[in-house]
């Protein structure tokens, strides 16, 4: 197992995104801002929580570099920055073939045993 010393800034990245992730209200306000940018006021709207609450989930989100927020004024946008998903879609793309392999074997397996009780209904 490696270290949290050891990881390369990449894998620190990825980490961190994979701890933003983990909370579904923070993958719900990413949903939310994969429609357009928002206000902290806007993303808080469909949750039942404080202002304060969705600005912590909003730092986070900042931290991992999922979000960006923008400066227009007094009105501070927040907006996707979807550059980290990219970097998960790579990560998981590498395990493709391991679960392609127990699908295609899975299916053999099932054709099996459907060629297994056709003989017997046969009989």
């Not at 990449?10 to 994969?34: K, M, P, Q």
């Not at 709207?45 to 730092?59: E, Q, V, Y």
């Not at 395990?95 to 053999?108: N, S, T």
Request: with cysteine; net charge negative; charged share 30%.
């Amino acid at each position: 197992m490696t270290s949290r010393q050891d990881m390369t800034p990449d894998e620190d990245r990825l980490s961190e995104t994979f701890a933003a992730l983990a909370n579904g209200t923070r993958r719900a306000i990413l949903g939310l801002l994969a429609e357009g940018a928002a206000t902290v006021n806007e993303l808080a709207a469909p949750f039942d929580m404080t202002l304060p609450a969705i600005s912590r989930h909003l730092k986070v989100l900042e931290q991992a570099g999922l979000v960006e927020r923008g400066r227009h004024a007094q009105y501070r946008p927040c907006s996707l920055n979807a550059s980290p998903l990219e970097d998960v879609a790579t990560w998981i793309e590498r395990y493709r073939p391991v679960w392609e392999d127990r699908f295609d074997r899975m299916d053999e397996y099932i054709k099996q045993l459907q060629d297994t009780e056709e003989s017997r209904r046969k009989k």
